[in-house]
């Protein structure tokens, strides 16, 4: 007779595969999260500092927005071609108006971006004007004339103290000698206000750039290797906080029997409990930490889109100066032949904000202008964008085909708060936005008062801002009130930071 031999039936590949997790996962938990420890600490860390620094302990000055004293057409004397002329003056970008230590002056741009101011009455030019314009700002913002300026510095480039996210150049720093070291940042060529620090904010910002966006990696290598090396060990924390998952959470009963010591089982009994507690926490930090870092490879340019054109004098030499009442704001637009007054009229009580174009020939007003301006700087700034390359003249523009050349305009609107996709992030007000009909829904926010793409979003820029505001920022609970919503995201990044030294305890003791 012939034995008959059973046959195994072979193993399927998923059942391998989910033996190999089974036998190997507590193992990769433990790995992953030891390697990922070291930045695990250093983001959770800076991160619940956040809130403290900025919010919760953040020192004060007197004035956080720099209101201009108006200027009356009886302040203005002199009109602006004779001013020019007198001090032989032949081409210049732009002029305003500004009135500090009584008197009215002349801020006038000139062809190589320097800022000079002439007396409104008489012409006459104050000596390094711009620094003293930028003094007179900066002690309004202190709100104290005592205290010494130390240094005023003109930067035309972000530091390590005046980060890229202020947007403002060229900016002045005015550093003064009192108790609390502070720094004073001014930008002068709109009179606006742009941050200020002072010694605990200046630690803090060396904390943070060096701990949660790694900034000193920026002295041994580039931005990409940055963003990669970042990208990886995030990589790593969604990684161990999945396995984690499984085996704190899924696979428990298989990892708990056979385990001895009471140090080690009620450091394993708090490092599971508070890490299943957490783990949605660390995945979602991590996960929109990462999208965010990965949207830093295409560097943002914003910077260089800027419409700035020559003006001659002769072209303005016989235009009488428009009448000044209620204008918050004053500056000329060269657009194409024509040269306007662009004046800015603002009700600071309402907030409300009207821009309007009157044409230094014939004193006709332009209707619709700022909405027509901003088009006309959003197709320049889509063609530089296709030629990669400086802004050029107008004909060779038209030229260029962008995404938006043929596209039509859903919606046109002056945004004057920050709110939604145009965040306190993008720092520039008033701003015209530009909804295009296109397929990535291109919108172009304007500042037409320095003729200056703000910024430009698209589809996947909305996708990565809902991701970072809601999953990284808690914007989601912004309704509970910003105490209660960074509250909750500094404990749940404490949180993250104690199961994480709770795991290297574990690891610890097991070895």
């Given at each position: 007779m012939i034995e008959e031999i059973a046959i195994q039936p072979k193993e399927s590949f998923k059942a391998k595969a989910e033996k190999t997790i089974r036998k190997n996962i507590y193992r990769w938990h433990r790995w992953l999260g030891l390697l990922a420890l070291v930045p695990t600490i250093f983001w959770t860390a800076s991160g619940v500092m956040h809130p403290f620094m900025?919010?919760?302990?953040?020192?004060?000055?007197?004035?956080?927005?720099?209101?201009?004293?108006?200027?009356?057409?009886?302040?203005?004397?002199?009109?602006?071609?004779?001013?020019?002329?007198?001090?032989?003056?032949?081409?210049?970008?732009?002029?305003?108006?500004?009135?500090?230590?009584?008197?009215?002056?002349?801020?006038?741009?000139?062809?190589?971006?320097?800022?000079?101011?002439?007396?409104?009455?008489?012409?006459?030019?104050?000596?390094?004007?711009d620094r003293k314009y930028a003094e007179h700002m900066a002690r309004y913002m202190l709100g104290d004339e005592q205290p010494k300026i130390v240094s005023s510095t003109l930067l035309t480039e972000f530091t390590d103290q005046y980060k890229y996210v202020n947007r403002f150049l060229p900016i002045w720093?005015?550093?003064?000698?009192?108790?609390?070291?502070?720094?004073?940042?001014?930008?002068?060529?709109?009179?606006?206000?742009?941050?200020?620090?002072?010694?605990?904010?200046?630690?803090?910002?060396?904390?943070?750039?060096?701990?949660?966006?790694?900034?000193?990696?920026?002295?041994?290598?580039?931005?990409?290797?940055r963003i990669a090396v970042m990208v990886t060990f995030l990589s790593l924390i969604i990684l161990s906080a999945v396995a984690g998952i499984m085996v704190y959470g899924l696979m428990w009963k298989k990892f708990k029997s056979g385990r001895s010591g009471i140090q080690r089982g009620v450091l394993r009994k708090y490092h599971r409990s508070i890490g299943i507690w957490c783990s949605i926490f660390t995945f979602t930090f991590a996960l929109s930490g990462a999208y965010h870092a990965v949207q830093k490879l295409d560097p943002d340019q914003r910077q260089k889109y800027v419409?700035?054109?020559?003006?001659?004098?002769?072209?303005?030499?016989?235009?009488?100066?428009?009448?000044?009442?209620?204008?918050?704001?004053?500056g000329l637009i060269k657009w194409g032949e024509s040269i306007f007054w662009q004046t800015v009229h603002k009700d600071w009580e309402t907030d409300k904000t009207v821009v309007d174009y009157t044409n230094i020939r014939d004193g006709k007003k332009?209707?619709?202008?700022?909405?027509?301006?901003?088009?006309?700087?959003?197709?320049?700034?889509?063609?530089?964008?296709?030629?990669?390359?400086?802004?050029?003249?107008?004909?060779?523009?038209?030229?260029?085909?962008?995404?938006?050349?043929?596209?039509?305009?859903?919606?046109?609107?002056?945004?004057?708060?920050?709110?939604?996709?145009?965040?306190?992030?993008?720092?520039?007000?008033?701003?015209?936005?530009?909804?295009?009909?296109?397929?990535?829904?291109?919108?172009?926010?304007?500042?037409?008062?320095?003729?200056?793409?703000?910024?430009?979003?698209?589809?996947?820029?909305?996708?990565?801002?809902?991701?970072?505001?809601?999953?990284?920022?808690?914007s989601g609970l912004d309704f509970l009130g910003k105490n209660a919503r960074d509250g909750i995201m500094t404990a749940a990044a404490a949180s993250v930071l104690v199961v994480s030294v709770l795991g290297l305890l574990v690891f610890l003791k097991i070895k």
């Open positions: 900025s919010h919760w302990f953040k020192t004060s000055i007197a004035h956080e927005f720099f209101k201009a004293d108006p200027v009356t057409q009886a302040d203005v004397t002199l009109p602006l071609g004779r001013v020019l002329t007198q001090n032989k003056i032949t081409e210049f970008k732009n002029f305003r108006l500004v009135k500090f230590k009584g008197n009215t002056w002349y801020q006038i741009k000139g062809t190589e971006n320097k800022l000079r101011y002439f007396n409104a009455s008489s012409g006459t030019e104050l000596s390094d004007g720093k005015i550093s003064f000698d009192d108790g609390r070291q502070m720094d004073i940042y001014v930008e002068t060529s709109q009179s606006r206000f742009a941050t200020f620090n002072d010694r605990g904010r200046k630690a803090f910002i060396w904390v943070f750039s060096t701990f949660h966006n790694w900034g000193f990696m920026d002295v041994i290598t580039n931005n990409t290797i419409y700035d054109p020559v003006i001659k004098t002769e072209e303005i030499a016989q235009a009488s100066m428009i009448d000044l009442k209620g204008v918050s704001n004053i332009l209707e619709d202008g700022n909405i027509r301006f901003a088009k006309y700087l959003a197709r320049k700034f889509a063609a530089q964008e296709e030629r990669n390359a400086e802004s050029c003249c107008d004909l060779m523009e038209a030229q260029i085909s962008s995404p938006i050349s043929d596209a039509e305009v859903e919606k046109a609107s002056l945004v004057t708060s920050f709110a939604g996709e145009y965040g306190f992030v993008n720092k520039r007000l008033p701003v015209v936005k530009l909804a295009y009909d296109t397929p990535d829904h291109t919108t172009y926010y304007i500042e037409t008062t320095t003729s200056r793409l703000s910024t430009k979003v698209e589809d996947r820029n909305r996708r990565e801002g809902f991701s970072f505001a809601f999953l990284h920022k808690y």
